[in-house]
């Protein structure tokens, strides 16, 4: 029943896309819902193939174990790794610093750079190399995720049509054009794929960004790391890295991100302005600043100091030994009613009973230059609390003191820097010079990431996206049912049936939209072998130059811009910017409409039609 299966596959791909379009249901139940759907009817129906085997539950499940989702997994754990331990924080201030303080120009010149890259190297490692960059860049400017990394994406995708070697789609193209006969020099893509990419990549730069919508929750955005201000004491023991520093100007120009309100020595207050004051062991600075900022002071803690507790027993030293992995920080509420309130940190028997850290306060009325010892606590007084999650997790149910869990970050592994960045640099320069395959270096990073300390099992497996997962592995089996039922082919020949006579700028036209919304729905790369023959065999019929049939068969099966299934550096970017299905059919239809009309303008004037 070969036409009931043909029938049954294009129904399934239709109800599927329009499900995914419509965001009425997660992306999860779509996945399953389509996925069954394709096995029932295969398993109650079986198809045989013309080589004579039977398409069935293992051809079609096959998705779930390809090479580019397990790659795709394999990098989102070796970027979690990345930011755990804020490996790529110096790059990413220096590239935020070359838009001098512009945001926008930032983003812009990173986006220029990595469309350049992409013209010599494979996509999908340029873009590995500029998510996390671009994470950190856009914490630092301000700029929302959502406005820049389906951008990335599109960028990269555009400046990988300008040369033979920008996408494994253009060297797949250019081999099977070569069996036919023909040719494609290493820069013959150049002329027409740069005006493609100027055109797109202004649509992307100055349109795009409007079109798109926040998508991030609500839980997300409070996770986020915001400008609000805690109070904090360093107390600074023997061999502490703030010893030996002096005030300038009234300030301490080495400590940047935490700010001095007041320094206690023996007891005695000294406020701001401090002039000509040299730190001391012993000294105990009052500082403020942002929740990031307390961590990052954590997570530079130097061997030699006196650990969490002070003179005082009250823990108020901030630069302690490095934490592990398995250290978070916390953000807690003071209770209405609670027995904590009125009493000070030191006294309230808090840290000792649940074993934590106290490293700030934050209090929403004015908080008084004095010591954090002697400040006492109220309701509504939030503070950020580090501990072991074991440790955390014994606070849960506490009506005294309400836990945000939602705010529970890990401390980065900034020790662990080194590592992280040498183990993500390798992934990049073996999958960049083809030296082992991407998913093998990928699979083999991530183990490294775990097992040399750079992020925890538990990271990791937050860093697995489970949407990605079902809809690359759904929309795997759905191509695979539409090549063996002939889906795929019965368009291709009705297409150039019905244009049979029409003039060759036409043809080509046709020909390139039809391609271009196929690489959306099927793999670019299943396109491209699918059409280069029967693109290369309409051009001698119509007496057309080969050439620029060819090379409409690249640049259309690179259009992969209006489905995140239609190319694996939109699935990269997926997570990173909390995109949605429906945010590429609306962010990308136009750019593939926007492509298909360039080219079918300037084509026949480019090819000498």
């Known amino acids: 029943m070969p036409d009931f299966h043909l029938v049954a596959t294009f129904v399934v791909i239709l109800a599927t896309i329009v499900a995914f379009a419509s965001d009425r249901y997660s992306v999860e139940a779509v996945s399953l819902g389509s996925l069954a759907t394709l096995l029932a009817i295969f398993g109650a129906f079986p198809m045989r193939t013309p ?12 998705g779930f174990g390809n090479p580019a989702l397990a790659t795709v997994i394999a990098l989102l754990i070796v970027g979690q790794g990345l930011f755990a331990t804020d490996a790529l924080e110096r790059p990413a201030r220096v590239l935020g610093n070359l838009g001098a303080n512009r945001p926008w120009l930032t983003i812009t010149i990173i986006l220029g750079v990595t469309g350049t890259t992409s013209a010599f190297l494979n996509n999908t490692p340029v873009v590995v190399i500029f998510i996390p960059i671009l994470t950190v860049v856009a914490a630092q400017q301000r700029v929302p995720n959502y406005k820049i990394f389906m951008p990335l994406s599109f960028i990269t995708i555009l400046g990988g049509m300008t040369t033979v070697i920008g996408s494994s789609t253009n060297m797949i193209a250019a081999g099977l054009a070569a069996q036919q006969g023909l040719q494609i020099g290493f820069f013959d893509l150049t002329g027409m794929g740069l005006i493609l990419a100027l055109v797109g990549g202004a649509y992307v730069l100055v349109v795009m960004p409007r079109l798109l919508k926040d998508r991030i929750s609500a839980a997300s955005r409070e996770n986020q790391v915001t400008g609000t201000q805690f109070v904090g004491e360093i107390l600074l023991t023997a061999g502490h890295r ?8 009234g300030f301490f120009p080495e400590i940047r991100d935490l700010t001095p309100r007041l320094l206690l020595r023996r007891d005695v207050p000294i406020r701001p302005p401090f002039e000509s004051i040299t730190l001391m062991p012993g000294d105990i600075l009052l500082v403020t600043g942002t929740r990031k900022a307390f961590m990052d002071a954590i997570a530079k803690g130097e061997k030699g100091t006196t650990g969490l507790e002070g003179e005082d027993g009250y823990s108020s030293n901030i630069d302690v030994v490095p934490p592990g992995a398995h250290y978070h920080i916390v953000e807690a509420v003071i209770a209405p009613g609670s027995r904590y309130e009125g009493r000070t940190i030191q006294l309230s028997g808090l840290q000792a009973q649940f074993d934590v850290a106290v490293f700030g306060v934050q209090r929403k009325s004015r908080m008084a230059r004095t010591a954090l010892s002697e400040i006492r606590l109220e309701a509504g007084d939030t503070l950020l609390i580090g501990g072991t999650m074991d440790a955390l997790a014994a606070m849960r149910g506490n009506h005294d003191i309400l836990l945000l869990e939602h705010s529970a970050e890990s401390v980065p592994q900034k020790r662990k820097a080194r590592i992280a960045a040498a183990i993500f640099a390798g992934i990049v320069l073996l999958s960049a010079f083809d030296i082992s395959p991407i998913v093998v270096n990928a699979i083999v990073g991530a183990g490294l990431m775990i097992a040399l300390g750079c992020l925890t099992l538990n990271q990791a497996s937050r860093a697995f ?11 795997i089996a759905l191509a695979t049912a539409l090549e063996h039922t002939g889906g795929a082919s019965l368009i291709a020949r009705e297409t150039i049936a019905l244009l049979e006579g029409a003039p060759s700028a036409v043809v080509l036209s046709v020909l390139f939209l039809l391609m271009a919304v196929l690489t959306n729905i099927l793999s670019n790369n299943a396109v491209a072998a699918l059409f280069m023959p029967i693109a290369l065999d309409v051009a001698r019929r119509v007496g057309a130059p080969p050439g620029a049939f060819a090379a409409a068969v690249i640049y259309a099966a690179n259009c992969s811009f209006a489905t995140p299934v239609g190319y694996q550096t939109n699935l990269l970017v997926m997570g990173p910017g909390h995109y949605r299905f429906a945010d590429f059919v609306k962010a990308g239809t136009p750019l593939v409409v926007i492509i298909w009309l360039t080219f079918s303008i300037l084509a026949p004037w480019y090819y000498g039609l």
């Open 242 to 249: 703030y010893i030996g520093m002096t005030s300038k100007a």
């Open 465 to 475: 996206d489970k949407q990605i997962y079902l809809m690359i592995g759904t929309a």
């Open 51 to 62: 080589d004579g085997s039977v398409l069935g539950p293992d051809a079609l499940l096959a």
